[in-house]
């Protein structure tokens, strides 16, 4: 998976891509419930995982809600009814809340699939190459699951998403 993908995820997570409604609800919302990170002031959503870098903390030392993602382990099943693949992997979300309530990762999670998810109506990612336009369609492959973060206090999400890549 390219490059290019990782910052269409990260765009739509964080904002930056321009949607219509629903989905700008959807990423307004998402903002709300993220941490904005200090030394780019947009929502704390990061190419990686906790263990490549330091959890993100604002001025006062306390700990930001985010996601981070990367891709996954493993490839499922690759076969297709049509059109023409060029890539068909699993990417791996991890959602990050320091409040009081466990219910947030729901929430962030609940977000993130109505951003990305296919099977939810959410718009295809297009990807723009020198000689040809790629479709990205997400599709959630497991349930998420949540549990405490008993070193920082909080509380952590993982699912993971099956992605397809298309020639157009």
């Known amino acids: 998976m390219s490059?290019?993908?990782?910052?269409?995820?990260?765009?739509?997570?964080?904002?930056?891509?321009?949607?219509?409604?629903?989905?700008?609800?959807?990423?307004?919302?998402?903002?709300?419930?993220?941490?904005?990170?200090?030394?780019t002031t947009e929502p704390c959503v990061y190419y990686g995982d906790t263990n490549d870098s330091a959890q993100p903390q604002d001025t006062d030392g306390q700990y930001l809600s985010c996601i981070t993602f990367r891709p996954g382990g493993g490839s499922p099943d690759g076969r297709f009814f049509d059109g023409l693949a060029i890539g068909n992997g699993l990417y791996d979300?991890?959602?990050?809340?320091?409040?009081r309530s466990g219910t947030v990762i729901t929430d962030i999670a609940t977000l993130v699939k109505r951003l990305l998810d296919r099977r939810l109506k959410a718009p295809v990612l297009a990807?723009?190459?020198?000689?040809?336009?790629?479709?990205?369609?997400?599709?959630?492959?497991?349930e998420l699951t949540v549990f405490p973060d008993t070193d920082r206090n909080g509380w952590a999400g993982l699912i993971r998403y099956r992605v397809i890549q298309a020639q157009v």
Not at 127 to 142: H, I, Q, S
């Open 93 to 99: 979300f991890e959602f990050w809340d320091y409040s």
């Open 127 to 142: 990807l723009e190459t020198d000689d040809r336009t790629e479709n990205v369609w997400f599709e959630a492959f497991t």
């Open 3 to 39: 490059s290019a993908l990782h910052r269409s995820i990260y765009d739509r997570l964080a904002g930056n891509e321009v949607m219509t409604s629903p989905f700008a609800g959807y990423q307004t919302d998402l903002a709300a419930l993220l941490g904005t990170d200090p030394d």
